[in-house]
């Protein structure tokens, strides 16, 4: 039996998701879609065929229809709408960050955990393969005893209101800088850092426009992680060990080239006939299909990336962009 989806919100990541789960053929279906505008909804719908349309999500909500919703809103929206998912029994998966603090996050955490549903942040690098033969030639030891770890992604966002302004939870910490967190997240194990150092620049509005961080983890591991909406950084991944160093490209948060001592690795993504908004936007079908997984399975939680280290994940952002000096109205 597919997969029953809910889409919350009718924007642009949304529209990409959605499409790309139409490479997975029979095993998913999009049964509703809810926006906070019924038009914005219905176009959606006509677009990729959504069965119904939903002019709220309270609406979308209390569609009995409805197994599991993806959240596609800003992160600001993250939490009232991802509370009224869950205390409606539905399954989740929300777009990363997953809210915009640790206070947020945490009650979010809760909730979903109290009312035993699947609950998942939307960090979609996890399940690409170049990630999964990363971690499988590091964990062979290919490059020897993890030293550092370098990350970086920038791209010039400053004419994109929700990468700039306070209100929507703008600053490139949170909308570019998670995926560099997560990364290093996932080679130090999910282990939580000894320390964290930030610096950078905020922009008119109070938001970083570039940042700098440096983790320090244990057994003498650093992670340096670069992120800014001002210009174009390397968006790589590169990770050094005592015996060699292995480079993750094409870009770190949807990759599908690496390098590494023992050779290269490439993963194109296929070519599915359809458009997309964002970079390898196709990508998103092997997230889809590990969430179908993990409902099949019974589990509560995805191991790639667990309730746990979301909550880590939440701690070092805002550790970074607090020391930069951003301050969201949600953290009053």
Same mark, same amino acid.
């Given at each position: 039996?597919?997969?029953?989806?809910?889409?919350?919100?009718?924007?642009?990541?949304?529209?990409?998701?959605?499409?790309?789960?139409? !490479?997975?053929?029979?095993?998913?279906?999009?049964?509703?879609?809810?926006?906070?505008?019924?038009?914005?909804?219905?176009?959606?719908?006509?677009?990729?065929?959504?069965?119904?349309?939903?002019?709220?999500?309270?609406?979308?909500?209390?569609?009995?229809?409805?197994?599991?919703?993806?959240?596609?809103? &800003?992160?600001?929206?993250?939490?009232?709408?991802?509370?009224?998912?869950?205390?409606?029994?539905?399954?989740?998966?929300?777009?990363?960050? $997953?809210?915009?603090?640790?206070?947020? =996050?945490?009650?979010?955490?809760?909730?979903? +955990?109290?009312?035993?549903?699947?609950?998942?942040?939307?960090?979609?690098? +996890?399940?690409?393969?170049?990630?999964?033969?990363?971690?499988?030639? &590091?964990?062979?030891?290919?490059?020897?005893?993890?030293?550092?770890?370098?990350?970086?992604?920038?791209?010039?966002?400053?004419?994109?209101?929700?990468?700039?302004?306070?209100?929507?939870?703008?600053?490139?910490?949170?909308?570019?800088?998670?995926?560099?967190?997560?990364?290093?997240?996932?080679?130090?194990?999910?282990?939580?850092?000894?320390?964290?150092?930030? !610096?950078?620049?905020?922009?008119?509005?109070?938001?970083?426009?570039?940042?700098?961080?440096?983790?320090?983890?244990?057994?003498? +591991?650093?992670?340096?992680?670069?992120?800014?909406?001002?210009?174009?950084?390397?968006?790589?991944? &590169?990770?050094?060990?005592?015996?060699?160093?292995?480079?993750?490209?094409?870009?770190?948060?949807?990759?599908?080239? $690496?390098?590494?001592?023992?050779?290269?690795?490439?993963?194109?993504?296929?070519?599915?006939?359809?458009?997309?908004?964002?970079?390898?936007?196709?990508?998103?079908?092997?997230?889809?299909?590990?969430?179908?997984?993990?409902?099949?399975?019974?589990?509560?939680?995805?191991?790639?990336?667990?309730?746990?280290? =979301?909550?880590?994940?939440?701690?070092?952002?805002?550790?970074?962009?607090?020391?930069?000096?951003?301050?969201?109205?949600?953290?009053?």
């Amino acid at each position: 039996m597919a997969t029953r989806w809910g889409i919350a919100s009718a924007g642009k990541i949304s529209s990409d998701y959605v499409t790309a789960m139409k !490479a997975l053929k029979d095993d998913h279906r999009v049964v509703a879609v809810g926006a906070r505008s019924l038009a914005d909804a219905q176009a959606f719908a006509k677009k990729h065929g959504v069965e119904r349309a939903y002019g709220s999500y309270e609406e979308l909500s209390r569609d009995p229809d409805v197994e599991i919703v993806y959240i596609g809103t &800003i992160h600001p929206f993250h939490l009232p709408v991802a509370k009224l998912m869950v205390n409606a029994g539905k399954h989740v998966l929300c777009e990363k960050p $997953l809210c915009i603090n640790l206070k947020d =996050t945490k009650e979010l955490v809760a909730l979903a +955990r109290q009312k035993k549903v699947f609950f998942m942040e939307g960090v979609w690098s +996890r399940f690409f393969p170049v990630y999964k033969e990363m971690m499988k030639r &590091i964990n062979a030891g290919e490059i020897g005893d993890v030293i550092q770890v370098l990350c970086s992604f920038g791209h010039p966002l400053e004419n994109i209101p929700r990468s700039v302004e306070k209100e929507l939870g703008g600053g490139a910490t949170l909308d570019l800088g998670v995926y560099c967190v997560q990364f290093a997240s996932l080679i130090m194990g999910g282990e939580r850092p000894e320390k964290v150092l930030a !610096a950078g620049h905020l922009n008119d509005n109070g938001v970083d426009a570039t940042t700098s961080a440096t983790l320090v983890y244990s057994k003498g +591991r650093v992670a340096t992680l670069n992120c800014s909406i001002r210009c174009e950084l390397p968006c790589e991944g &590169i990770v050094v060990g005592t015996k060699g160093t292995l480079k993750v490209s094409s870009p770190v948060w949807c990759p599908v080239h $690496l390098e590494s001592p023992s050779g290269k690795f490439d993963s194109p993504l296929p070519d599915l006939g359809h458009s997309y908004i964002f970079k390898n936007g196709q990508g998103m079908m092997y997230e889809a299909a590990d969430v179908r997984r993990c409902l099949q399975e019974g589990l509560l939680e995805n191991p790639h990336i667990t309730l746990d280290e =979301t909550l880590l994940l939440s701690e070092i952002l805002e550790s970074i962009r607090k020391q930069v000096g951003v301050t969201y109205p949600q953290d009053l």
